[in-house]
């Protein structure tokens, strides 16, 4: 009997497992492949054995139980019949449903679909979220209240008083929450940058600052230590390329970028930036040996920030501008590949507003030499020269500004104390480069540099000595020069009362004379012969004007004499010839 029951167990559970089987392809619609367990199941002996003899387990109730295993499976076969059915009627009309003992199952497929449905129809009805309002520069620099500016940078001062550096990025981040609503769609400042001039730019974006928070901000900074303003300054410039390099990444396609965007608002640090190096521009002198020789601040893609960062200094003092100018982008227009045309005009947009600014004359020409330093060093007159009058084959749109600005350039380079130890080194190093200018056979270049060299030998007389030593490598100069003091004699010599002149000139003719009967090369024979007769020309004038001398001398010393003879009775004829010799006077050629 034990044996008949775990047989219909068995037979019971695989039915079981049919009808979920069925009950699956149902729930799928009909889509899915219906499929049976393996029957690999060992049965057990001793049914097995049953189910063959019946009536060897001597049970009396053995007839009713084949009678219900073959009622189960008659069932069973109607169940799979059915189901065939209903799959053949899904596979003509995929929208019908299975009908007979899967009509539940259909019904609960309905109701599970219509779940879906909604569900899907409430995802497309979900409410967008409310776009962020644009604010502007303007409408960000409005809402910064001057009172409450002043309460913040008076409580962070006495909790921060000997922390210069936390003390500055404080104030950074106030006005970082001040824009931190303003978009980078609504300050492009790389683009701004790039399409404006230097008058618009340097506006940029301190033109939405209210003068109180100006004033509040600048007085406030100028209080605080120049190194930790120069850390600050660097920072802020350091942020500002690294905005960059993610843009250009952006544009290029590039997927990764070294550097992360700068968590602060860009508005807010140009809005910092600005205002520390309006207030102390000296700080940006300071950091000029890093800016010149690290390499992520060069480059033609970083000018416009440069500009205006040098603008932004020079509207503080305009000496540190024309400094930064002159010193670091005056060199890049000597070069042909880091400067083209756009970024020619940028540079000498820049230096025109300097020039321009209300009386930038006297007072760059007060300040020509910063810290012993000249603001416009003898090789960057030399490049402003040679820019300005070159050859008429070579001249370009650019000349005429060059033109326009070369006059006052050169006037605060040569601008100076005469007879001092820093102006004859100025004089010497000019000369120099002068001489060379006037021997290249460029008229108006040569005509420039033969006045620049004359204006060097009335301010040091030394020069003659200098002149002296390179006449014979310099021949063609030489001769220029001469000419253009023998034609202009009235106006040098009044700016020559020393001896130096003469003793140049006959040192001259000397050297003119033994190359006149070595020389063998026809070209500098001719240049010899008129080197010899515009220092003979000369000689002869200054014969002349020192004859005029002689008299005057002759006479101041006889009185001198006299004086000193009533003085003492003890003066000697050599003492007076020895007084003579000392005045030159037995020098001067008759």
């Known amino acids: 009997m034990e044996d008949n029951s775990v047989a219909n167990v068995a037979i019971l559970r695989e039915e079981e497992e049919s009808i979920k089987i069925i009950d699956a392809v149902n729930d799928d619609d009909g889509w899915q492949t219906v499929s049976y367990q393996k029957r690999h199941r060992k049965q057990p002996v001793k049914a097995l054995e049953s189910f063959s003899d019946p009536q060897r387990a001597g049970s009396s109730s053995s007839g009713d139980v084949f009678r219900s295993i073959e009622q189960h499976s008659v069932e069973r076969r109607h169940r799979l019949e059915a189901q065939r059915e209903a799959m053949v009627a899904i596979g003509d009309d995929s929208s019908s449903k299975l009908n007979g003992d899967a009509g539940e199952e259909g019904s609960d497929f309905e109701g599970a679909a219509g779940l879906e449905n909604d569900g899907a129809e409430a995802k497309k009805a979900k409410p967008k979220k409310p776009k962020k309002p644009k604010v502007t520069v303007g409408e960000a620099a409005a809402k910064i209240d001057a009172s409450d500016l002043a309460a913040f940078l008076a409580d962070i001062t006495v909790s921060y008083e000997s922390k210069q550096d936390i003390l500055l990025m404080r104030f950074a981040d106030y006005f970082g929450r001040a824009f931190a609503s303003v978009s980078a769609s609504q300050f492009p400042w790389m683009k701004t940058l790039k399409e404006s001039s230097v008058a618009k730019m340097v506006d940029i974006p301190l033109s939405h600052i209210s003068e109180a928070v100006y004033k509040i901000s600048t007085d406030w900074l100028n209080q605080r230590s120049f190194e930790a303003l120069g850390s600050h300054v660097s920072w802020s410039l350091d942020s500002i390329l690294a905005d960059m390099a993610i843009h250009q990444g952006a544009i290029k396609g590039t997927k990764k970028v070294a550097q992360q965007a700068p968590a602060k608002s860009q508005a807010a640090i140009f809005v910092v930036l600005a205002m520390t190096l309006r207030r102390k521009p000296d700080v940006l002198i300071n950091l000029l040996p890093i800016i010149r020789e690290n390499p992520k601040y060069q480059g033609q893609d970083k000018l416009p920030v440069t500009v205006w960062v040098i603008s932004q200094a020079s509207q503080g003092d305009l000496v540190v501008g024309l400094f930064m100018w002159i010193h670091y982008l005056l060199p890049m227009l000597s070069s042909k590949s880091n400067c083209n045309p756009q970024s020619r005009d940028l ?58 600005i070369y006059p006052t350039l050169k006037e605060i380079a040569l601008t100076g104390s005469p007879g001092s130890k820093a102006m004859k080194q100025i004089t010497q190093q000019t000369l120099q480069f002068a001489v060379k200018a006037a021997g290249e056979g460029v008229p108006d270049l040569s005509r420039e540099a033969s006045n620049v060299f004359i204006w060097c030998l009335t301010q040091n007389p030394d ?18 020069i001469l000419r253009k003091l023998a034609d202009e004699w009235k106006e040098h010599s009044v700016k020559n009362p020393t001896m130096e002149p003469l003793k140049a000139l006959t040192s001259f003719r000397q050297k003119n004379e033994k190359a006149l009967t070595t020389e063998e090369d026809v070209a500098r024979q001719a240049s010899f012969k008129d080197a010899q007769k515009y220092c003979n020309l000369l000689m002869g004038r200054l014969s ?32 007076l010839k020895q007084l003579l010799v000392d005045f030159n006077f037995f020098n001067f050629p008759s």
């Not at 020192?546 to 004829?573: R, T």
């Open 347 to 404: 540079i000498l947009q820049l230096v025109e507003r300097i020039l321009s600014a209300p009386k930038a004359r006297p007072i760059l020409l007060n300040g020509a030499v910063r810290k012993g330093e000249r603001l416009v060093p003898p090789s960057a007159l030399e490049f402003l020269m040679r820019a300005t009058f070159p050859a008429p084959s070579a001249r370009v749109k650019a000349t005429e500004r060059f033109e326009a």
């Open 544 to 575: 002349r004007s020192h004859g005029c001398m002689k008299s005057v001398v002759l006479v101041s010393v006889a009185l001198a004499v006299g004086a000193a003879a009533v003085m003492s009775q003890n003066m000697h004829f050599g003492n």
């Open 463 to 480: 020069c003659f000595k200098q002149w002296d030593n390179i006449y014979l490598d310099n021949l063609e100069a030489s001769v220029v």
